[in-house]
């Protein structure tokens, strides 16, 4: 008996490594070539059909142009993987959406939603959000909105670890991420923008942040894209015609093309710490001061604390007390940091002092005056001690 059953094992394996062989050859195929992979996530599915409108569904509409997105991509972008969150009518949980971006270890994801108001109210328009925190109600309601799917998973509290998306105190959460990549999805979501009020003709609503649970759980550039309001006659017409799913999705592939040519270019030009002109402060709303260029030659390590689309107060909330914060500029975005030095380990002991505040926190490195790559600054600081 134990003989048969080593004959069979020994048989067993031989059959595997011999579909392994086989296989091996499709897999590298596949691979050949692909340096970067784009997730499509065409937002709600299944039972969860998003907003509604009087003659069709929000589920359906984002599955029309991601797939056609995807498509335009495929065929004129040999390099370029592309992995669907969902390419059929089906249900997929936020936290699963943001699973695959994560295990594909994407360099790009993209959500594709529709929006909707009111009935009574009538709106126009596309916009394009960035995780960050919302500046006015109208984004905190259209976060509310999009998150809310979450409600009908049955483990929500569990998953979500608490999160009410109805609750605007929920979304106090969203002050403490550090969006590393909030300038690259600002980038490309102002691309999107151009793109659809020049190529689709389409209102411009602009480029806003707001606390999308999809977007918090990625680990690579996002946007979320909301392709015009299925609550407004007209506009549903277009969102449910051939010829306005096939404008939508070539705006967003155009966006991409330029997206992509601008995120394969050298950052250096960008990454310069120059002094900003400022107005004279008010007493109570001094600014947070400018990152001065550095006269040594060794690198000085930084921790970077939050980014913001706009100047903060020195006196700001979101600081939580820190004093002094330097911030510098990149590409629009401001970038606030603490702590200055040449000595790496000081500066890692101040990260991990102040990781109870600022979760997200982590280190950057300049060196006269202009940021440079961390690990790089952390050689040259062993090299000279």
């Known amino acids: 008996m134990q003989f048969v059953r080593m004959t069979l094992n020994r048989s067993y394996i031989i059959i595997l490594l011999c579909s392994l062989w086989v296989a091996l050859p499709f897999v590298s195929i596949q691979a050949q070539g692909r340096d970067f992979t784009v997730v499509i996530d065409p937002g709600h599915g299944g039972r969860d059909p998003g907003a509604i409108g009087k003659r069709g569904k929000e589920k359906t509409i984002n599955l029309s142009v991601a797939l056609k997105l995807g498509k335009l991509i495929e065929a004129n972008c040999k390099d ?20 695959i971006a994560n295990n594909a270890k994407a360099d790009l994801f993209i959500s594709i939603h529709t929006n909707a108001v009111a009935k009574g109210r009538i709106v126009r328009g596309t916009e394009t959000y960035t995780l960050g925190l919302h500046k006015t109600d109208e984004n905190l309601e259209v976060a509310k909105l999009e998150n809310s799917v979450i409600l009908i998973e049955s483990d929500y509290e569990q998953r979500y670890a608490g999160f009410n998306p109805n609750s605007a105190e929920s979304y106090i ?16 979501a102002t691309q999107i923008q151009r793109q659809f009020r020049n190529t689709a003709k389409r209102i411009d609503k602009g480029v806003h942040q707001a606390g999308f649970l999809v977007l918090r759980e990625t ?46 270019t050298s950052l250096a030009k960008d990454n310069v710490v120059a002094p900003i002109k400022q107005t004279k402060p008010q007493a109570k709303e001094k600014p947070a001061t400018s990152t001065k260029k550095s006269t040594s030659s060794k690198p000085v390590f930084k921790v970077q604390i939050l980014t913001s689309d706009k100047k903060l107060a020195s006196n700001n909330k979101q600081f939580k007390g820190l004093s002094p914060v330097e911030y510098y500029q990149e590409k629009g975005i401001y970038k606030y940091t603490y702590g200055a030095s040449t000595d790496y380990n000081k500066v890692l002991r101040t990260q991990k ?15 006269d005056g202009k940021k440079m790559d961390v690990n790089q600054a952390i050689k040259e600081f062993k090299n000279n001690r």
């Open 80 to 99: 370029v993987r592309i992995v669907y969150t969902r390419d059929k009518d089906t249900f997929v949980a936020l936290d699963k959406r943001a699973q």
């Open 173 to 188: 959460i969203f002050e403490f991420l550090q969006d590393r990549n909030m300038e690259k999805s600002v980038q490309l």
């Open 219 to 264: 680990t690579m550039p996002g946007v979320l894209v909301e392709l015009g309001y299925i609550s407004t006659p007209d506009e549903e017409r277009y969102l449910l015609s051939e010829a306005g799913t096939d404008a939508l999705a070539r705006s967003i592939y155009q966006a991409f093309m330029t997206y992509r040519g601008q995120s394969y």
């Open 353 to 367: 002092q102040i990781s109870a505040k600022f979760k997200g926190a982590f280190i950057v490195a300049f060196k």
